[in-house]
Each structure stands twice: as C-alpha cells, then as structure tokens.
C-alpha cells in the first residue's frame, strides 16, 4: 500500500517537513531505498547513505538538514526505536489469511468461532473451543479441545495450543510454537540418584538402578492479554495449577517454560532461555539469550540478567545479574578481570617459590 508522508507522520506522533503529500510504498536502508521507499536514516551515521540510495523521502534524526541530504520530505524521529515500532506495524501487511473458514479447516460443530475471523486451510480446531472476534489462524495450526482464545489473535504457521489453554486478547503465536504440552516430570519409587545428590551436594552411598514414573499434567496454561510467543517455544502445562504467562510478556524463539512456572507482567525472555518447573518471576523482568533459572525459586521484580547468565537461588527485586552461577554483574565483572589476570598471577607465584627455595 501506498503511504503519504503526512498519515506517516501523524500515526508516528512525528514532525515532518517537505512534500508531506509525497508517497512511499515500503521501507529500506538508505543506501538501497529507491525512489517509492521511505529511507531509514534515524542518526547521522546514516546520513552518507542517502547520497548512495534514490530515496526522496527519509525518517531522519533530529535537527538533521534534509535538504543538504538532497531529499523533498523528512520525517524527524525523537527516539528512533520508538518510530521503527510505529513504522513497522503501519507497513507491515501480516499473513494473507482469507477471512471465514477454509473448506479444507476441520472445526468441531461445538466449536465457536467469533465474528470475523480467518481460518486457514489444513486448520484443526478441537471441541468447545472459543475463538474470539477478527482471530486470525494460518496453515497447519491445531486448537485442541476447551481451549479459549480472545480477541484479535493471530496465530502463524503450525503452532500447537493445548487442551484447556486459556489466552487472552491480541495474542501473537509464531511457527512451531507449542502451548500447553504436558511438563517434563517423572518420579523414581525410592529416592533416585538426583534427590540424593541435591541434598548432599555431590555425595553417593551406592549407584543402583532406577526407573522413571510418569507424574501427568492435569492443570493447562493461563496467558494474559498482549502476549507473543516465539517461534518453536514451548510453554508446559502445570502438573495440578495452570502455568501463567502475564499480560504484556514476550517470549523469543525457542525459550521455555516448564510446568507450574509463573511469569509476571511485561517481561521479555529472550532466546533459548530455560526456566525450571515451579519457578516464580515477577514483573518486568529482562532474561537475555540462553539464560537458565533453576526450579522452585523466585526472581524478583525488574530483575536483568545479561547473556548466559544461570540463576541458581532466589534473585531480589531490581538486581542485574551475570555470571554463572548468577552474581550481581558489577562482580561479576570483577571476577572476569581477576581470572585474565590468573596466568601472570600463576607466573609471579612461580618466580617466589624459587626464590623461597633457594633461601
């Protein structure tokens, strides 16, 4: 679709200057934009860019000379990462999901599918399932039976809801993901090797064999409003109570939750991170990449943990963590300084035992 720079600007919040009724059609880097693209040139660094693409119109900097840069309109951009937001979502078409139900979608006759929804073909929708209005649902997605999805959902290529899952409005699901799968969890009769050395912290009696009961899944999943859910992430369903995913959380590609985790609102896991069975996190919490937190513990409210990072006990409310095991990171740093220093350290160590060995 073709957009002017003047309904650009407005849905931005943005000032503009130029030819505001100029229209572009898509967005580049400014060094490939053609004449219909709208040139992403949000700090100075990207000011030369523009010289190389054919971009008439940029979202540029503030206080930037976009006439000097050569272009008929501008759009200032106060916080860059903000507009992308905005720009993005107005340029972005979604999934091409004809509205109704493809004749090739199997929906249960007690199924109830809201007003103005699109189902895609090769679609499998369980019994009693609740669909809210102007869902949107893509090739390949399975809802299985009782579970409850609220308005304006879009759920992408063949992601997997659960029996019972319950989720609430503008929910976005990528590819592959899997909601509501029963939790990982087994039980030997007599204390397995695993609860003997958590309690003694490394020591065995005896090394015997053990086999694994299956403890089933009867709770399901509870998800806010607002949520999105990565690509291939899985998200277990609780052993007895529902596992919960609060409103406004973002969950990357391939993160996990186990069974009975409770996320809190707002919170942003990033990719391949793992949290254990039981484990609480609290509101506004930053997990970076491949970052693991142990079971039956709590981290706090607003707590930031960098890459890698592995939380291994309770975490307190507003802390930064690094490290594994987790420590606060400003130690952590120190820690990294100390261990680049071990090898001269060794070597000193090294010249005073000969020293000493000579006296």
């Known amino acids: 679709m073709a957009h002017m720079i003047r309904d650009i600007a407005a849905a931005l919040g943005a000032q503009a200057a130029g030819n505001l009724d100029l229209t572009v059609t898509g967005a580049a880097e400014p060094q490939v934009a053609g004449p219909q693209d709208l040139a992403l040139a949000m700090d100075p660094k ?15 900097w503030q206080g930037a000379d976009w006439q000097a840069l050569g272009l008929e309109a501008a759009i200032f951009a106060p916080r860059s990462r903000v507009a992308m937001a905005g720009l993005t ?15 090739m979608a199997v929906v249960d006759p007690t199924a109830q599918i809201g007003e103005g929804a699109a189902i895609a073909p090769f679609v499998v929708i369980g019994a009693g399932v609740i669909l809210g209005p102007r869902a949107r649902i893509a ?26 899952v319950t989720i609430g409005d503008r929910f976005i699901c990528q590819p592959g993901a ?12 007599e204390q397995s090797g695993v609860e003997e050395i958590r309690a003694t912290l490394g020591h065995r009696e ?7 009961t299956r403890i089933h899944s009867l709770g399901a999943v509870t998800i806010g409003d607002d949520v999105e859910i990565g690509a291939n992430a899985c998200v277990d369903r609780g052993t007895i109570r529902d596992t919960l995913v609060g409103s406004g959380t973002k969950l990357d590609n391939l993160v996990h939750l186990g069974h009975n985790v409770q996320v809190g609102r707002d919170c942003l896991l990033c990719g391949q991170v793992g949290v254990a069975g039981s484990t609480k996190i609290g509101d506004r919490v930053v997990l970076a990449g491949q970052v693991g937190v142990s079971d039956n513990i709590f981290v706090g409210d607003d707590v930031i943990a960098g890459g890698g990072t592995k939380i291994l006990s309770n975490a307190p409310a507003g802390r930064v963590l690094l490290g594994y ?34 006296l």
Do not use: C
């Open 139 to 164: 090739s390949h997605v399975s809802i299985a039976e009782g579970a409850r999805i609220g308005a304006d959902a879009l759920i992408l290529q063949g992601a997997r809801i659960g029996a019972r």
């Open 325 to 358: 095991p987790a420590v606060k990171m400003e130690t952590q740093m120190e820690i990294n300084k100390a261990l680049r220093r071990l090898p001269r350290l060794a070597a000193t160590v090294a010249e005073l035992q000969k020293l000493v060995s000579k």
């Open 206 to 212: 005896e090394i015997r064999q053990q086999s694994w």
């Open 89 to 103: 979502a107005i340029m972005d078409a979604g999934p091409q999901i004809a509205p109704g139900v493809h004749p």
């Open 178 to 189: 899997v909601i509501g799968a029963d939790g990982f969890s087994f039980v030997t009769p």
């Open 46 to 60: 990207y000011a030369g860019g523009i010289g190389q693409g054919k971009a008439r119109a940029a979202v540029v």
